[in-house]
Each structure stands twice: as C-alpha cells, then as structure tokens.
T-cell receptor
C-alpha cells in the first residue's frame, strides 16, 4: 500500500461551520504533513508531525487545528474559516530522514468557504 | 534565503523532448526533487537527485544538476500527451521542502 488517502475530496462550508479533514496512510511513515495549495501556486507547508508530535507550525492561524491520533492518521479541524482559506489541502507522509525527505501526497481536499 | 525559481510554461510536440529548468538558492541542500501534479490531483514524486551527483537517469527522465550554478533540469524524452501537467522542483532546506512555482507542460499531439 503506497497510498495516502484523504477525505472528503470536496468540502463546502460556511464561515460559522466546524468541519474536519482526514488523512490516512499505511506505509509505516512516521512523519505527516498538511500543505495548503492555492490555484496555480506551489504547495505551502502548514504543519509537520513527527512521531505523532507536532514539530513544525508555519505560523498558521488558530482556526486551523491539526491532530495526529496515531501514526497512521492525521486530521485538520477547521473552525470559523474565511473565504480566503478556500484552497486545495494536501496531506503528505514520509519516513523522517533529515537528508532525503521523499514525500508521498494524497489527492487533496478541495475546500470552498462561503 | 529560500527561493526556488522555474519558468512558468513549456509547450512541446508529442514525441519531442521536454526540458524543464529550475534554479535554487540553498547551497546546503542535500537532495533535490521533481514532482508532477495533474489537474485535481496531489503531487507525485517523479525523481530526486543527491547533491554530489551530476546526472541521474530513470527511464524517460534525466535529471541534470549543476551545483556550482545551483541549476537543476528535468528532461523528458519522447514526451507524451499524458505528460501534460505541472512540474515542481523542490529543495530540502531548514527541515522542510521548498517548492518552486511550477512549470506548466503542455504537449500538443
């Protein structure tokens, strides 16, 4: 199994809603990531979990709350989002290796905030 | 600082070779990567090269690295319509990957 699975594929939410994005991998990877990608732009790193602990938070607003319940799962809880938060949210995983970080990406969740 | 630059667009005919170029700034990068993104999909790792190598070949893909000029290129031989996508180069710097803006490759049949 070399897949990173993200659900849902599409999500439309209002600014007062609470929703969660989910990510799962069964490759035994111990590092998991959330990236945000706007149209025609490169992915931007949001969070990194290494061995289930948050290791990098790229100054992401608190309306985005990550959670890593175990080594296979990564969630992103969303609350009180703004329309400018509409984007493709990508999850990725890798084996923590300082020198060679081969990331495997999921297909993403396309989020629209109304 | 972190800055990875790519040309934005490349158009080639089916069967021709494509060359996508990238420049990076962090001379301490140990690995450099090429990712492919098709519409509505995530990023797919195509290939990577270690910084002490000049060239790496993998089937139709050839990666060239000029460490002195901090220049990386990806050559796709016999380009097919299925190769149409956005190609991102990336360098590993300060514990994270930094991506270039991406090059849109359009293959005309």
């Amino acid at each position: 199994d070399t897949e990173v699975t993200q659900t849902p594929k599409h999500l439309v939410m209002g600014m007062t809603n609470k929703k969660s994005l989910k990510c799962e991998q069964h490759m035994g990877h111990r590092a998991m990531y959330w990236y945000k990608q706007k149209a025609k732009k490169p992915p931007e790193l949001m969070f990194v979990y290494s061995y289930e602990k948050l290791s990098i938070n790229e100054s992401v607003p608190s309306r985005f709350s990550p959670e890593c319940p175990n080594s296979s799962l990564l969630n992103l809880h969303l609350h009180a989002l703004q329309p400018e938060d509409s984007a493709l949210y990508l999850c990725a995983s890798s084996q923590p290796d300082r020198d060679n970080e081969k990331l495997f990406f999921g297909s993403g969740t396309q989020l629209s905030v109304l | 600082g972190e800055d990875v630059e790519q040309s934005l667009f490349l158009s080639v005919r089916e069967g021709d070779s494509s060359v996508i170029n990238c420049t990076y700034t962090d001379s301490s990068s140990t690995y450099l990567y090429w990712y492919k993104q098709e519409p509505g999909a995530g990023l797919q790792l195509l290939t990577y090269i270690f910084s002490n190598m000049d060239m790496k070949q993998d089937q139709r893909l050839t990666v060239l690295l000029n460490k002195k000029d901090k220049h990386l290129s990806l050559r796709i031989a016999d380009t097919q319509t299925g190769d149409s996508a956005i190609y991102f180069c990336a360098e590993r710097t300060e514990d994270k990957l930094v991506f270039g803006a991406g090059t849109i490759l359009r293959v005309k049949s």
